[in-house]
């Protein structure tokens, strides 16, 4: 069974400043696909990114970038100077191969951006 | 165009009724599907249809039933409404059943039981 960990309920920093949501993931297979969503406080799930396991080349986009560690399985998210409006539940999510495209989620990291 | 939009956006209703949650997408894609997220924000996945038929069917009570007239439409029925159904469904869609294939998420039905 896949597992992903998301051991940070809640963050707060100060506008600005540069955070790191952590994910940590779990699964016997080789072949896996990991992603980030965006749900800000309107609601929606916004797609962030997707990496497979084959790919451990990290990720800049703009102000977020992303660090992939198949040896600590590991799938970490950094905003470099945060806004406020960055503040949002973000969700790291794995799916494997066989059974479907099934996303199976993290319990989500509440990042929380002040003034 | 908002690529998959479900209606209604809120819903709040009675123990004992059946209510429907629809769900459509613009984007051509070929697979489908429901997740519902509890109020401590816990996302999983209830079903998946692929070009109309059933794919994932994940232990869902019976009173949930999927309905997907065509590829891009998927309806969400639920009968009895329990007060545990309270929750935010959200309809999805992505290119293919594939893993991998990115799975992109609607706004959101939040269901109210009372």
């Known amino acids: 069974a896949q597992k992903v960990t998301q051991a940070q309920t809640e963050i707060s920093v100060v506008e600005k400043e540069d955070v790191t949501l952590d994910c940590v993931y779990e699964?016997?297979?080789?072949?896996?696909?990991l992603f980030w969503y965006k749900q800000p406080p309107s609601g929606e799930l916004v797609f962030l990114i997707r990496?497979?396991?084959?790919?451990?080349q990290n990720e800049i986009s703009g102000r977020y970038s992303w660090n992939f560690q198949k040896s600590t399985s590991s799938f970490n998210f950094t905003i470099t100077a945060s806004q406020v409006v960055d503040s949002a539940v973000y969700f790291c999510?794995?799916?494997?191969?066989?059974?479907?495209?099934?996303?199976?989620f993290g319990t989500g990291t509440q990042l929380k951006v002040e003034l | 165009d908002t690529a998959v939009s479900q209606t209604p956006k809120y819903l709040v209703t009675q123990m004992g009724n059946d209510k429907s949650i629809k769900c459509e997408q613009n984007?051509?894609?070929?697979?489908m599907y429901w997740y519902k997220q509890d109020s401590k924000k816990f996302l999983k996945i209830m079903f998946s249809?692929?070009?109309?038929?059933?794919?994932i069917n994940e232990t869902v009570p019976n009173r949930f039933s999927p309905k997907s007239p065509d590829k891009a439409h998927l309806n969400l029925h639920i009968n009895s409404l329990e007060l545990g159904d309270s929750a935010v469904y959200f309809c999805?869609?992505?290119?293919?059943?594939?893993?991998?294939?990115?799975?992109?998420f609607g706004e959101g039905s939040w269901l109210t039981v009372v």
């Open positions: 249809y692929n070009n109309k038929e059933l794919i």
């Open positions: 999510a794995l799916t494997v191969t066989g059974g479907g495209n099934k996303l199976t």
């Open positions: 999805a869609s992505s290119p293919s059943w594939n893993p991998g294939n990115t799975i992109y």
């Open positions: 990496r497979n396991s084959f790919d451990e």
């Open positions: 699964t016997r297979d080789t072949t896996y696909y």
């Open positions: 984007l051509g894609h070929d697979t």
